[in-house]
């Protein structure tokens, strides 16, 4: 039956449920949107996402609609196996082949198609494009990806090499109970629905490869992926070369617009993503950075409200781009953003939201290293010594370790990855807390905070975490970042090695990227733990690994801190000095 093409309202026309078949015969469904009264070719905006199509992202992004009335045809698909399309669904892995067949019919089937293509959306949806990109289809001239990745691995489902199980768990079952309500399966949809509800119940569960939820037959589509991506707990693992865009980005040559937020969960893989996609292509790479999480965007995230300045305007950034890219309109944003807060001879490619004082910074270019930030920003080190105090300078004088006992039963909890007072998980025995000085004046950094850690384990394999923490002159300990470290990947991702036991080991632990000023009055703090549940997976303190063991298999470890001459644990920020002025 030919879809019906109806009036969405009156500038805006859709046809719903249009068939565009693959190579492989499988049909999947659009809808498309296209403005009123338009003859001319124009070009094409694509979204493809696992969630049913109706949703199109508005939960971060205008409707497709909205851009359709900017002239634009927009194609909003369900991707295999979701929605009224068919196949069968497996995260990611018919996307290159799928995106590539999208985007040719797009560019050369789609009636009206001016035979330019550009692709935007979030999280799956910006996996996608990176997906779409390295195939090179006739036709793709650019892509809006946004709190995406092109490593899976580092920072989406594993952080530090620990498994991400808050974030992993709850998107399976997500998934699994889409697909029965995409195919109108009872019970099924019903108690999938039924079990969302009861998360703690998921995510207290031992051992997790023998999670009770997705061993039926009934649910033999998540069964596969949930195991794989629990199963395969090494970055060179062939399941995720195999499936990493990365893996192809000898074939990424396009010009992207990059959206990133500090608060997101993914903000590292998204940062990461970016710095690999300007390594593989001499194409525009252009970012920005704002305080979100990753839905909504919004300018109160968690606990902070950000401001005006907050506010979204990615929508008309995105036309914006596109409209450069895709009809040819010199509006500035390549060449030199227009407004006044640039000079004329300067061409910024990154735009990174200062949270504290709530202002934008807009840059030439960004880089941990190597970027215009470098004549601003230098490293400040923070020392860790006796009676939990961070100061500039390394102890000079020996002093005992310090100690805690992790008991993998009761493991220290996770807040969610927003800024939000920490001091309800640190009120416990399992966790240590240091503080530097009262600050004279306002201290900004931007990219990626660092920590040595200089620790004994009384284990052959544990978990470090290290948090960021803005202390405020009530108390309040606010998290800024965090980082991970699974304790055998101490030297190597590669070659994991287990600790020698009750030896000092040294340990290098990246934070996750930000860009905050700690405010005069405020102090500088650091919080060091075993275990950030469920944020990521607890760890048993064995040689066994975290998924596959039983609760009778989980052991304590003794942990222990040291801040000395000798073995000088050390925060590493990356400061910015001066007043930054863009």
Not at 467 to 489: C, E, N, T, W, Y
Request: glycine share 6%.
């Amino acid at each position: 039956m030919t879809p019906k093409l109806s009036s969405f309202h009156s500038k805006v026309t859709i046809k719903r449920k249009v068939p565009i078949p693959m190579r492989d015969g499988v049909n999947l469904t659009a809808d498309i949107y296209r403005p009123k009264g338009v003859d001319v070719p124009l070009p094409v905006l694509l979204m493809r996402l696992p969630y049913g199509r109706a949703i199109a992202s508005t939960v971060t992004y205008a409707h497709p609609s909205w851009y359709a009335n900017r002239g634009y045809i927009v194609v909003i698909q369900d991707v295999r196996g979701c929605g009224t399309s068919g196949g069968e669904f497996y995260p990611f892995r018919h996307e290159y082949e799928d995106g590539f067949d999208t985007v040719q019919w797009c560019a050369q089937i789609l009636s009206g198609t001016n035979g330019k293509v550009g692709m935007y959306g979030f999280s799956y949806q910006g996996v996608t494009q990176f997906q779409a990109a390295v195939m090179q289809p006739a036709g793709l001239t650019t892509i809006c990806p946004a709190m995406a990745t092109a490593d899976f691995y580092h920072g989406w489902f594993y952080f530090g090499g620990a498994l991400c199980l808050d974030f992993v768990l709850t998107w399976a079952l997500q998934l699994t109970q889409n697909r029965a309500q995409f195919l109108k399966q009872e019970p099924q949809a019903t108690q999938l629905f039924e079990a969302q509800k009861q998360m703690e119940r998921w995510l207290n569960f031992a051992p997790l490869d023998r999670l009770e939820l997705f061993q039926s037959e009934a649910q033999e589509s998540v069964k596969h992926f949930w195991f794989d991506w629990i199963g395969n707990q090494q970055p060179n693992d062939p399941y995720w070369q195999k499936l990493n865009p990365v893996s192809y980005f000898d074939r990424y040559d396009i010009p992207a617009l990059h959206i990133a937020g500090w608060s997101d969960l993914f903000i590292e893989a998204t940062l990461n993503t970016y710095h690999m996609a300007k390594l593989a292509t001499r194409q525009p790479q252009h970012l920005v950075v704002a305080p979100w999480q990753h839905m909504p965007w919004l300018p109160k995230v968690g606990e902070v409200d950000f401001g005006e300045a907050a506010i979204s305007h990615i929508d008309e950034l995105q036309i914006d781009w596109f409209d450069y890219w895709l009809k040819g309109i010199d509006n500035g944003i390549v060449t030199q953003r227009q407004g006044s807060r640039l000079r004329s001879d300067r061409k910024p490619t990154a735009q990174l939201f200062l949270m504290g004082e709530n202002r934008w910074l807009i840059l030439q270019d960004f880089n941990d290293k190597n970027s215009n930030l470098d004549k601003y920003r230098k490293n400040k080190d923070l020392f860790l010594h006796d009676k939990h105090q961070l100061k500039a300078e390394k102890a000079t004088i020996e002093s005992l370790p310090d100690i805690y006992v992790y008991d993998p039963r009761l493991p220290n909890p996770s807040t969610a990855y927003v800024p939000c007072d920490q001091r309800s998980t640190h009120q416990r025995w399992d966790v240590l807390v240091y503080k530097g000085d009262v600050l004279a004046e306002n201290l900004s950094i931007a990219g990626t905070a660092e920590f040595t850690l200089y620790a004994v384990t009384s284990a052959p394999d544990t978990d470090w975490v290290i948090k960021l923490l803005d202390i405020h002159p009530d108390g309040k300990q606010m998290l800024v970042s965090m980082g991970v470290l699974r304790a055998k990947f101490h030297k190597s991702w590669e070659a994991a090695e287990w600790i020698d036991t009750d030896l000092v080991t040294e340990y290098k632990i990246r934070l996750r990227p930000t860009c905050y000023s700690f405010l005069s009055g405020h102090r500088i703090g650091v919080a060091i733990a075993s275990a950030a549940f469920p944020l990521i997976e607890r760890h048993s303190n064995t040689k066994q690994s975290p998924t596959s063991a039983n609760v009778s298999d989980f052991i304590e470890a003794t942990q222990q801190i040291y801040h000395s001459g000798e073995f000088p644990s050390c925060l590493h920020l990356p400061l910015l000095t001066g007043e930054f002025r863009a």
